[in-house]
């Protein structure tokens, strides 16, 4: 089993920024990939980036350049950095891993989710 804990949420002003942290605990063997979705109300979920332990990010073509993902493997952490924030960024944002969790569907284990709330 994985548990996964976000933080980082909350209410930010159109153009600005905020940084998502997730930590994982428990069998490693499970996060080889790490990363983040977000669902918007009436809306499916999508993703928004992953990255493999050993890998490449990969972030979703609608968000590049406004957010980075990084991870700490020492941690088993991953972080979402986001800048040029627009009210369609608004959501609730999941942690997700898995072996590889570039689909929903192979995603193993989900965190809570945190809301980002962005006001125009």
């Known amino acids: 089993q994985v548990q996964l804990v976000e933080s980082g949420g909350g209410l930010v002003q159109a153009g600005g920024s905020l940084r998502l942290s997730c930590a994982a605990s428990?069998?490693?063997?499970?996060?080889?990939?790490m990363g983040w979705y977000r669902q918007a109300p009436g809306k499916q979920r999508e993703l928004v980036a992953h990255?493999?332990?050993?890998?490449?990010?990969v972030v979703a073509d609608s968000m590049k350049g406004r957010f980075t993902i990084s991870r700490d493997n020492a941690k088993n952490t991953v972080y979402l950095q986001m800048t040029s924030l627009k009210p369609e960024d608004a959501a609730v944002y999941y942690c997700?891993?898995?072996?590889?969790?570039?689909?929903?569907?192979?995603?193993?284990?989900w965190g809570q989710g945190t809301q980002v709330t962005v006001s125009s």
């Open positions: 997700a891993t898995g072996v590889t969790i570039a689909r929903m569907r192979d995603v193993r284990f």
């Open positions: 428990g069998n490693s063997a499970f996060t080889n990939d």
């Open positions: 990255m493999p332990s050993a890998g490449r990010a």
